[in-house]
Nanobody, 121 residues
């Protein structure tokens, strides 16, 4: 049974940084692209970053490009999202997901339960 568990969310001031982590189990992690998405109440979930099974290339939404970095550790079956220069608009529940292919041009497969990130002074 596939399982994704996110951690690392919390409250941070504008301009601050956070790193989210996601540990995966129950599927062949090294064969799948992995992604981070976020959702605010009343809006659709938005993919913001994706990394292929090969580690490159990486895709980012325009809203986070240059501020967020996605990475993966295939030994530990983990994917990370480093977030810098956080803004109040980054406040959302952040979700880790697998992708159905090794590349990022595919639908999400498995989802984690999400972790709340709140950017506020």
């Amino acid at each position: 049974q596939a399982n994704l568990v996110e951690s690392g969310g919390g409250l941070v001031q504008p301009g601050g940084s956070l790193t989210l982590s996601c540990v995966a189990s129950g599927f062949t992690f090294g064969n799948r692209a992995m992604a981070w998405a976020r959702q605010v109440p009343g809006k659709e979930r938005e993919r913001i970053a994706c990394i292929t099974a090969k580690g490159e290339p990486k895709d980012y939404a325009d809203s986070v490009l240059g501020r967020f970095t996605i990475s993966r550790d295939d030994v530990k079956n983990m994917v990370f999202l480093q977030m810098h220069n956080l803004k109040p608009d980054d406040t959302a529940v952040y979700y880790c997901s697998s992708v159905i292919y090794w590349h990022c041009n595919g639908a999400p497969g498995y989802w984690g339960q999400g972790t709340q990130v709140t950017v506020s002074s």
